[in-house]
């Protein structure tokens, strides 16, 4: 193997850069030629492909983004728009590919593998933590961070007035935001997609506040089944009823997303982006470089998409005890 691309798509995450770095460093330390495909399976199909030096990836360790853009691609959907490109990685020689992504990246990643035979190794890159097959995705831990800070201004307003706050944060089908930020914050309740959300309870429990604790803070991860954190909110409004109490609303959107990747961040992310490219050179192929319990592990991209990676159980009751 002698030439590799590397490209992120999906949504983006803080880390990516770093990953990007380690996996062109590492590429050219081997003795490869690296290109860097931009705009994710999109800039694939439309032939965005630029070579990349030691100095292409200088001072962007530090930078939330991606450097080489990301993209939501439909067109990678249909064979059509596979095969175009097919054609554009063929054309400029590229023998293997760093995905760095999301399960849908993975997904996608996995499909082409099987049609075409273009090796293809992935790195976790996804604030959701949503993958099998690594302790924690690339971003993850900067976005909890950045939950976690946000949380605790609104902390101070909700206890200065007194109020119940439900704070949304990201999650499309996993709360390990939620949960975690929900622990960090100290929050009441954290409601999260993996467990069923009993509404009757946090009333219940709302209703039955100890009289020193005059304030409440409520997670909602996105994906919560009852609804996003406004839904949940005038439901559990109207099943209160009280005209003493005031309740407020919160998303916390895209700024989960961007950022200066923590220090746990960019080691991640540069251990996956070492460790795809060796693994490309061993032979490795149609799965993902992970980090469980400090070691690398390469998973294939079938478990990663098709196995769901649980929430910690201690986590959960943490949250029960601990907001008495
Ligand atoms: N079933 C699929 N077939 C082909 N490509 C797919 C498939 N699922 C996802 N992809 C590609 O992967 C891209 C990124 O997936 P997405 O779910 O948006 O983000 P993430 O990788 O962060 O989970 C999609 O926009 C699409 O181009
Ligand atoms: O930026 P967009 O396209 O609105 O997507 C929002 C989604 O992307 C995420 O931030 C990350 O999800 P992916 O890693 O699967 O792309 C989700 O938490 C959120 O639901
Ligand atoms: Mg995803």
Request: overall charge positive; aromatic content about 8%; glycine content about 12%.
């Amino acid at each position: 193997m002698k030439k590799i691309a590397v490209f992120t798509s999906g949504g983006d995450s803080p880390g990516m850069n770093a990953c990007i770095r380690a996996v062109v460093r590492t590429a050219i330390y081997k003795g490869l030629e690296v290109y860097g495909i931009y705009h994710g399976y999109e800039g694939m199909i439309a032939g965005d492909i630029k070579r990349l030096y030691t100095y292409s990836v200088s001072n962007i360790v530090q930078r939330g983004g991606t450097m080489l853009k990301s993209a939501r691609s439909e067109k990678f959907r249909t064979p059509e728009g596979r095969k175009k490109a097919f054609e554009n990685l063929k054309a400029h020689g590229i023998e293997g590919l760093v995905a760095i992504g999301g399960d849908g990246t993975f997904t996608g990643a996995k499909i082409f593998h099987e049609e075409f035979g273009i090796p293809m190794v992935g790195c976790p890159g996804t604030i959701d933590n949503d993958i099998y097959g690594t302790d924690y995705t690339i971003g993850f831990d900067t976005a909890v961070n950045t939950a976690l800070d946000a949380i605790d201004k609104i902390r101070d307003t909700a206890a200065a007035h007194d109020r119940i706050f439900f704070i949304e944060v990201m999650g499309r089908d996993a709360g390990f935001i939620a949960v975690e930020s929900g622990i960090g914050s100290g929050a009441e309740f954290v409601m999260v997609p993996e467990t069923k959300t009993d509404l009757d309870a946090v009333v219940k429990s709302l209703k039955n506040l100890r009289k020193t604790k005059t304030s409440s803070i409520i997670v909602v991860a996105e994906g919560d089944k009852e609804g996003g954190a406004a839904e949940i909110m005038t439901k559990v409004k109207s099943k209160i009823n009280d005209k003493n109490k005031e309740f407020k609303v919160t998303t916390l959107g895209h700024i989960q997303r961007g950022g200066n990747p923590t220090a746990r961040d960019r080691v991640l992310a540069s251990r996956c982006g070492m460790a795809a490219v060796e693994g490309l050179i061993a032979g490795k192929s149609n799965c993902m470089a992970g980090i469980m319990n400090q070691e690398v592990v390469y998973t294939p991209f079938g478990d990663c998409i098709g196995k769901t990676k649980p929430l910690i159980p201690d986590h959960l009751k943490l949250i029960e005890y601990l907001s008495i």
